[in-house]
């Protein structure tokens, strides 16, 4: 990948991903350029190292051997070597690559001290992880609570409305003001599952359909899987994922990704990254938005109380703020800065962001996996 900062210019490979043998070559005749690796196993460091290149000739390739040695890891664990670059006097130069892991131990067992499994009846469904539970209804998750207290308020609920990004053929679709319908509410015993139709304005436009499903897990997490089979009339919908409200108070965030470009971290390689809401939402009324995501995880200051969602398979896409969707609207359109804040943190969670890849007609679907804790 070719890395350009207005003063330097290379381009970094990785040859071999197990023994971390990298190739860079340099645009430009260079006399010295210092190095930094480290290997970082869901975002914290597990080891790292420098090296030197010198005397380096333009359109020269050079090749360094890392000796990156990867450990096995817990089931779904993700492994990124990141190598930087550096001159003086210049920013540093930052590559990051995936890395296969030697094997996967498998995930340590909890011991519920609650009911795990799921009471049902014909309005709603109580499932439980053991202290994590939630109340399932017809519109879907109604809120997420450990030990009694809530993790969650709202959500997860349908979200495909961006402030500002919906385009001119969407426009009538009222994306900010859409009409759900819930169609089904069932259960098999192991899992609740709700269905609901998004009407769009006109009668004649094809309808969106939106199936969530809740599975309460042994290890005291809850898996959620949603389903949306997008018609050809909701084609080039800015986002297509769903939104959340958690307590004000859950108001540190911490995540493993890449960040906005418009974030204080230099750099934007996948790692983990500490935040807060304010800070958060101020990125977000600017356009940004968290990529590749595999985890995010929500906490009071005291971490009394602690909501971790991840993904252990495609990586997912997040925003937060202390305000919605529709305040960003109104405080463009009245020339204001930031919106007022709100008591509670809106979370968007996103399948897929319309402006990183176009939102076709077609099936989508994106799981998420909710456990108390860091």
Same mark, same amino acid.
């Given at each position: 990948?070719?890395?350009?900062?207005?003063?330097?210019?290379?381009?970094?490979?990785?040859? &071999?991903?197990?023994?971390?043998?990298?190739?860079?070559?340099?645009?430009?005749?260079?006399?010295?350029?210092?190095?930094?690796?480290?290997?970082?196993?869901?975002?914290?460091?597990?080891?790292?190292?420098?090296?030197?290149?010198?005397?380096?000739?333009?359109?020269?390739?050079?090749?360094?051997?890392?000796?990156?040695?990867? =450990?096995?890891?817990? $089931?779904?664990a993700e492994a990124w070597l990141i190598v930087e670059l550096s001159e003086k006097d210049s920013l540093p130069v930052v590559a990051a690559f995936p890395m296969p892991v030697p094997a996967y131990l498998p995930p340590p067992e909890k011991k519920g001290e609650f009911f795990t499994g799921l009471r049902f009846d014909l309005s709603r469904a109580i499932i439980s992880g053991g202290k994590l539970s939630a109340e399932i209804d017809a519109n879907g998750m109604r809120d997420l609570r450990y030990n009694g207290e809530k993790l969650l308020t709202c959500g997860p609920r349908l979200s495909l409305f961006r402030a500002g990004k919906v385009p001119e053929s969407l426009r009538e679709l009222k994306l900010d003001r859409l009409r759900i319908s819930?169609?089904?509410?069932?259960?098999?015993?192991?899992?609740?599952? $709700?269905?609901?139709?998004?009407?769009?304005?006109?009668?004649?436009?094809?309808?969106?359909?939106?199936?969530?499903?809740?599975? @309460?897990?042994? &290890?005291?997490?809850?898996?959620?899987?949603?389903?949306?089979?997008? =018609?050809?009339?909701?084609?080039?919908? @800015? +986002?297509?994922?769903?939104?959340?409200?958690? #307590?004000?108070?859950?108001?540190?965030?911490?995540?493993?990704?890449?960040?906005?470009?418009?974030? @204080?971290? @230099?750099?934007?390689?996948?790692?983990?990254?500490?935040?807060?809401?304010?800070?958060? $939402?101020?990125?977000?009324?600017?356009?940004?938005?968290?990529?590749?995501?595999?985890?995010?995880?929500?906490?009071?200051?005291?971490?009394?109380?602690?909501?971790?969602?991840?993904?252990?398979? +495609?990586?997912?896409?997040?925003?937060?703020?202390?305000?919605?969707?529709?305040?960003?609207?109104?405080?463009?359109?009245?020339? !204001?800065?930031? #919106?007022?804040?709100? $008591?509670?943190?809106?979370?968007?969670?996103?399948?897929?962001?319309?402006?990183?890849?176009?939102? !076709?007609?077609?099936?989508?679907?994106?799981?998420?996996?909710?456990?108390?804790?860091?």
């Open positions: 990948m070719d890395h350009r900062d207005g003063q330097s210019l290379f381009k970094i490979e990785l040859i &071999d991903g197990f023994t971390g043998r990298i190739r860079v070559v340099s645009v430009q005749k260079r006399q010295q350029v210092s190095g930094k690796w480290r290997l970082e196993i869901d975002g914290v460091r597990h080891s790292f190292g420098q090296f030197m290149l010198r005397d380096v000739d333009a359109g020269e390739g050079r090749e360094i051997l890392l000796s990156v040695e990867v =450990p096995d890891a817990v $089931s779904g819930p169609d089904r509410f069932v259960s098999d015993g192991k899992s609740v599952e $709700s269905h609901a139709l998004v009407l769009p304005s006109k009668m004649e436009l094809d309808e969106l359909e939106f199936t969530q499903k809740f599975t @309460p897990l042994n &290890d005291g997490t809850l898996r959620y899987d949603a389903e949306f089979v997008v =018609p050809e009339s909701f084609s080039g919908l @800015p +986002r297509l994922g769903v939104m959340m409200r958690l #307590p004000g108070n859950m108001q540190d965030i911490s995540c493993f990704g890449v960040p906005p470009v418009n974030s @204080p971290y @230099p750099g934007a390689v996948k790692s983990r990254y500490t935040t807060n809401a304010d800070e958060i $939402s101020r990125q977000y009324f600017d356009g940004g938005c968290y990529r590749q995501v595999k985890f995010v995880t929500f906490s009071d200051r005291e971490k009394n109380d602690c909501l971790k969602i991840f993904s252990t398979g +495609r990586n997912f896409a997040f925003a937060a703020a202390r305000f919605n969707e529709t305040a960003i609207s109104e405080a463009v359109a009245a020339g !204001k800065g930031l #919106p007022a804040a709100e $008591s509670e943190i809106y979370l968007y969670i996103d399948c897929r962001i319309g402006e990183e890849a176009a939102v !076709k007609a077609g099936v989508y679907r994106m799981t998420l996996f909710f456990s108390y804790g860091q």
